[in-house]
């Protein structure tokens, strides 16, 4: 089964900033994607894009078997509780709970009442202390998160989209604020997650070799257009110099 399609997708931004062009792209169900590429290449608009959080300007988007921007409201809400999204920056208010940061991860699924009541009093508690105790948090699950480290918080908001168990995976710079060995067991769990659940799993990840180690497909973003789509194992460093290097890089592969 395809977990998105999308053909000749392109965005610009309301200030007039191309973002994305022509982007064509598909996975099947259960692969799992690096985005690497340097910075403003588009990773977090493309990621934005197949959460159906943005639509792309030109071309279309299929997302889970459906167009997200032909759906209505309902449909739509639906659609985007199966995609979890793992945020540069974790949307968590400082002064709330862990407990109930991770709880928010399912909002979109449960009937309104009790989101509302889940966002007052924790109905569960069971589901978040196990998804922290994945990422070595189970200790903090009553903390307030403005008690939190960077690092600590950045993984309360991959305990979130454990919690939530979506089919379509996103991470924007999932690990950015953790020390290597934490990065690598935090990818490790994504990925482990990915495969249990049968979740497509796309990140975008700075750190390269991150990406080679944890990924079996690597997309190169450079200029919002895809510079290469490969397996991890044919990414080569002239590939990667031309990636990151400018003119001279791109002669140089
Ligand atoms: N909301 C926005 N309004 C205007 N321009 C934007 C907006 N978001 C991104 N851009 C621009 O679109 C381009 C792609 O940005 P994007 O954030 O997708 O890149 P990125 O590869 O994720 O970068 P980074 O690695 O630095 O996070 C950049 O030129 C950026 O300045």
Redesign the pocket.
Known sequence: MQAFALDGAGVV???G????AGITLAARAGERIALI????????????VLGAALRPGEGGAMLLGADPWRLGARELRRLRARIGTVH?AAPIPPRQRVVTAVLAGRLGQWPRWRALLSLAWPLDTAGPREALARLDLADRLFDRCDRLSGGQLQRVGVARVLYQRPALLLA??PVSALDPALADATLRVLAAQAEATGATLVA?L?AVELALRHFPRVIG?RD?RIAFDLPAAEVTPARLAALYGGEAGARAA
């Open positions: 931004h309301a200030n900033q191309r973002a994305l590429g340097p910075s403003g290449a588009g990773k977090t608009t493309l990621l934005r540069q924007d710079e975008s700075h973003l919002g």
